[in-house]
């Protein structure tokens, strides 16, 4: 069974304290509370060094940002869905004066759950060719498979430019 909780609750670790004076053995109150019997060994080995059941403070270097910056860039994010990193950092820079990397602002992102996507171009249709298509279409609503469609070849469209670096957006 995986679990999805890290860290021992401050109520598991009341109880591992409780029973463990009332006598029930490690590998019984790990039972009893789902959890790993080394988990419970390595709690009461570290209350015991320190006297108290509080967690140690984390390793690690500091987060820089604050959550009001998370939320900043989280609303820019919301806002230009179709911006790239670099172009969100711009408009956070200018906005609310935040200075920092894109790929910090990707960092970011994808905490919030964003995925890396190439955004795609959509087809624009002028209102003629619309009216075009329509009447071409009505013209032959009431064809047949068998009879009237057979005697044409539909191919797709392909464009190639020579010369012209890649359009695509990576967002």
């Given at each position: 069974?995986?679990?999805?909780?890290?860290?021992?609750?401050?109520?598991?670790?009341?109880?591992?304290?409780?029973?463990?004076?009332?006598?029930?053995?490690?590998?019984?109150?790990?039972?009893?509370?789902?959890?790993?019997?080394?988990?419970?060994?390595?709690?009461?080995?570290?209350?015991?060094?320190?006297?108290?059941?509080?967690?140690?403070?984390?390793?690690?270097?500091?987060?820089?940002?604050?959550?009001?910056?998370?939320?900043?860039?989280?609303?820019?994010?919301?806002?230009?869905?179709?911006?790239?990193?670099?172009?969100?950092?711009?408009?956070?820079?200018?906005?609310?004066?935040?200075?920092?990397?894109?790929?910090?602002?990707?960092?970011?992102?994808?905490?919030?759950?964003a995925k890396k996507r190439v955004l795609?171009?959509?087809?624009?249709?002028?209102?003629?060719?619309?009216?075009?298509?329509?009447?071409?279409?009505?013209?032959?609503?009431?064809?047949?498979?068998?009879?009237?469609?057979?005697?044409?070849?539909?191919?797709?469209?392909?464009?190639?430019?020579?010369?012209?670096?890649?359009?695509?957006?990576?967002?």
């Amino acid at each position: 069974m995986s679990q999805s909780r890290k860290y021992l609750t401050s109520e598991e670790k009341s109880f591992i304290l409780q029973w463990t004076e009332d006598g029930k053995t490690q590998a019984e109150v790990a039972k009893l509370l789902r959890r790993n019997k080394a988990t419970i060994s390595r709690f009461l080995k570290r209350y015991k060094a320190t006297g108290t059941s509080a967690a140690s403070p984390k390793p690690g270097r500091p987060r820089f940002f604050t959550a009001r910056d998370d939320r900043c860039i989280s609303r820019a994010y919301k806002s230009n869905r179709t911006a790239s990193t670099r172009s969100l950092n711009g408009i956070l820079e200018s906005n609310d004066g935040l200075g920092m990397s894109h790929m910090t602002v990707w960092r970011h992102m994808k905490e919030m759950g964003a995925k890396k996507r190439v955004l795609k171009k959509a087809v624009v249709i002028r209102k003629p060719n619309v009216i075009k298509r329509l009447r071409w279409v009505k013209a032959r609503s009431r064809w047949t498979v068998e009879l009237d469609w057979k005697c044409y070849i539909f191919s797709d469209e392909c464009s190639v430019e020579l010369g012209r670096k890649n359009s695509r957006v990576v967002l």
